[in-house]
Nanobody, 115 residues
Framework: QVQLVESGGGLVQPGGSLRLSCVGS????????MGWYRQAPGKQRELVAA???????NYGASVKGRFSISRDNEKNAVYLQMYSLRPEDTAVYYC?????????WGRGTQVTVSS
C-alpha cells in the first residue's frame, strides 16, 4: 500500500506561484508513474501533469508552459511548480501514484487563486 501526503497549497494572488509537494511511503515508489490531478467545485477531476518512472512528462492543455512536474525518487517525492496562476486554477490538487483508475491517491491540498 502506498500512502501519499500532499503539502504546499494555499491562497495566492493571480500571477503568483506555488510549489506543491507529495511525499510517498514505500520502497517501490520509484517504479510508479506519478501525477497531479485537480478538482474544482462542480467539475470533474482532471489531469494536471504526469511523470513516468523514467522522467517523461505530460501536461494538461490549460497548464502547459506554466506548470512543471518533477520527482525525486531518493526522497519518495513528486513536485508541482506552478507559475502565472489564474483564478481558474483554483481547486483541490491531488497526488496520484500508479494511474487514475487503479492507483493510489493522497487526500489533496487546496489551492486558491484570488485577489
Amino acid at each position: 500500500q502506498v500512502q501519499l501526503v500532499e503539502s504546499g497549497g494555499g491562497l495566492v494572488q493571480p500571477g503568483g506561484s506555488l510549489r506543491l509537494s507529495c511525499v510517498g511511503s514505500g520502497s517501490i515508489f520509484s517504479i510508479y508513474g506519478m501525477g497531479w490531478y485537480r478538482q474544482a467545485p462542480g467539475k470533474q477531476r482532471e489531469l494536471v501533469a504526469a511523470i513516468t518512472s523514467g522522467g517523461a512528462t505530460n501536461y494538461g492543455a490549460s497548464v502547459k508552459g506554466r506548470f512543471s512536474i518533477s520527482r525525486d525518487n531518493e526522497k519518495n517525492a513528486v513536485y508541482l511548480q506552478m507559475y502565472s496562476l489564474r483564478p481558474e486554477d483554483t481547486a483541490v490538487y491531488y497526488c496520484n501514484a500508479g494511474g487514475a483508475v487503479l492507483g493510489h491517491w493522497g487526500r489533496g491540498t487546496q489551492v486558491t487563486v484570488s485577489s
